[in-house]
């Protein structure tokens, strides 16, 4: 313990409950440290609105559970000669998720591929569900207003209406 110390002053341990505890600490630490996958979303320049979205929405579903993105166009043939058609692709998959991810590599051409990597932003992650929850909290406050001032004739009028009694000659008919 203090090797310096005059004389030198030591403690005497139990090996294998240090050993232990070491082991310990080590699990606790690995179950601790979050594990960064990058997933990997190809598209294409002459893609369809249709798998452009569900593309996307799997992109953002990655980027909600915590990993890294890496979005790639493949360009063939004569697409090679439009790199802008690729990078507006890229441009506007940023742009819609933005609520959940960040770009953290910018979009960059490697031969036949361009490439852009994004990032889960934690930050943007909390003010989207903070908006999102203020916006229901909205809608389930103007929606209570609106039920209440339809119920509220619905009820006036069920009033104002004569309540009619069985008479004896009806009940006997039923019977």
Do not use: W
């Not at 139990?14 to 179950?31: P, T, V």
């Not at 990078?87 to 051409?109: F, H, T, Y």
């Amino acid at each position: 313990m203090a090797a310096d110390a005059t004389p030198p002053v030591c403690k005497i341990m139990d090996y294998g409950k240090y050993k232990f505890l070491e082991q310990q600490r080590e699990k606790e630490s690995r179950r601790k440290s979050t594990n960064v996958v990058i997933k990997e979303m190809k598209y294409r320049p002459k893609i369809g609105g249709g798998d452009f979205d569900t593309k996307t929405r799997k992109v953002e579903g990655f980027l909600a559970e915590g990993h890294k993105v890496k979005v790639t166009i493949m360009f063939r043939g004569r697409e090679m000669q439009h790199p802008e058609l690729g990078r507006k692709i890229l441009d506007r998959i940023a742009e819609d998720v933005i609520d959940v991810g960040k770009v953290e590599i910018m979009p960059r051409q490697d031969g036949r591929n361009m490439t852009m990597v994004l990032g889960p932003d934690k930050r943007a992650q909390q003010a989207a569900a903070k908006k999102a929850a203020e916006e229901a909290m909205a809608e389930a406050d103007g929606s209570e207003a609106v039920e209440t001032t339809e119920a509220a004739p619905a009820t006036e009028s069920v009033d104002a209406a004569p309540v009619a009694e069985a008479s004896p000659a009806t009940e006997a008919t039923d019977a």
